[in-house]
């Protein structure tokens, strides 16, 4: 027990960006985001450098991962599969300046291979997962306050999925429209059907688009249909 309490005040610091890294990624269901930094923290030497850099890959994991679940879109604000490819890539660059020559260029390369490359395996399984999986609630869910969510049957086909709610409460069309506006949504032309159209993009590389196609049914009654494009 000395010799794990001694391990503990001389490392203390790696721990640091690893729980900075939970914090940020685990309650939003986006517990890879942990794995750069903890390769980074392992490989790290000094405690000065491995702060600093655990602050800058927490820092961009928090840009990757917040501005999402906040409900806000826009071509600055990284898509969900962006996180597990384009993160481990930003974060082995920011990592490779700062690696600690006295561990030998053989090894440093060897955990930022690990780190890009476990991204790379993580995004193919999310890609070919989604390719027969229904969106997930891409700022149309949880519902606006007031309005109750009765989730549909949805639709698969072409390799393509649509989810499918009906909203029900006071001025239910009004609230919904305003509620999309306010996640980022933009309006679109209407379809042949006379359903109303919004759709919103974002992604840093490649463009991810989510539109929502929304039926009145009554003054109090609204069905969505959203779908990744």
Same mark, same amino acid.
């Given at each position: 027990?000395?010799?794990?309490?001694?391990? &503990?005040?001389?490392?203390?610091?790696?721990?640091?960006?690893?729980?900075?890294?939970?914090?940020?990624?685990? %309650?939003?269901?986006?517990?890879?985001?942990?794995?750069?930094?903890?390769?980074?923290?392992?490989?790290?030497?000094?405690?000065?450098?491995?702060?600093?850099?655990?602050?800058? +890959?927490?820092?961009?994991?928090?840009?990757?991962?917040?501005?999402?679940?906040? =409900?806000? =879109? =826009? %071509?600055?604000?990284?898509?969900?599969?962006?996180?597990?490819?384009?993160? %481990? #890539?930003?974060? /082995?660059?920011?990592?490779?300046?700062?690696?600690?020559?006295?561990?030998?260029?053989?090894?440093? #390369?060897?955990?930022?291979?690990?780190?890009?490359?476990?991204?790379?395996?993580?995004?193919?399984?999310?890609?070919?997962?989604?390719?027969?999986?229904?969106?997930?609630?891409?700022?149309?869910?949880?519902?606006?306050?007031?309005?109750?969510?009765?989730? *549909? +049957?949805?639709?698969?086909?072409?390799?393509?999925?649509?989810?499918?709610?009906?909203?029900?409460?006071?001025?239910?069309?009004?609230?919904?429209?305003?509620?999309?506006?306010?996640?980022?949504?933009?309006?679109?032309?209407?379809?042949?059907? *006379?359903?109303?159209? &919004?759709?919103?993009?974002?992604?840093?590389?490649?463009?991810?688009?989510?539109? /929502?196609?929304?039926?009145?049914?009554?003054?109090?009654? &609204?069905?969505?249909?959203?779908? &990744?494009?």
């Amino acid at each position: 027990m000395p010799i794990l309490g001694d391990a &503990v005040r001389t490392h203390w610091w790696r721990f640091v960006p690893v729980g900075a890294a939970a914090v940020v990624c685990v %309650p939003t269901s986006s517990p890879f985001g942990l794995v750069p930094v903890v390769l980074w923290c392992a490989l790290a030497r000094t405690r000065r450098t491995g702060l600093v850099v655990g602050a800058v +890959l927490v820092a961009l994991l928090a840009w990757f991962v917040l501005p999402r679940e906040l =409900g806000f =879109g =826009g %071509p600055w604000v990284p898509s969900y599969v962006e996180l597990f490819w384009l993160y %481990p #890539v930003l974060a /082995a660059l920011v990592c490779l300046p700062a690696v600690p020559r006295d561990r030998g260029i053989g090894s440093a #390369v060897l955990v930022l291979t690990t780190m890009v490359a476990t991204g790379l395996l993580a995004t193919a399984v999310v890609l070919l997962g989604q390719l027969e999986s229904k969106p997930g609630d891409e700022g149309v869910l949880p519902a606006p306050a007031g309005l109750k969510a009765t989730e *549909g +049957l949805g639709h698969c086909g072409s390799g393509n999925c649509s989810r499918e709610v009906t909203l029900k409460g006071d001025r239910a069309p009004d609230v919904l429209r305003a509620h999309l506006e306010s996640r980022g949504f933009t309006p679109r032309p209407a379809l042949d059907s *006379g359903d109303e159209r &919004v759709c919103r993009a974002d992604g840093l590389v490649f463009t991810h688009e989510v539109c /929502a196609e929304s039926r009145t049914l009554t003054s109090t009654e &609204v069905r969505v249909v959203w779908y &990744v494009n």
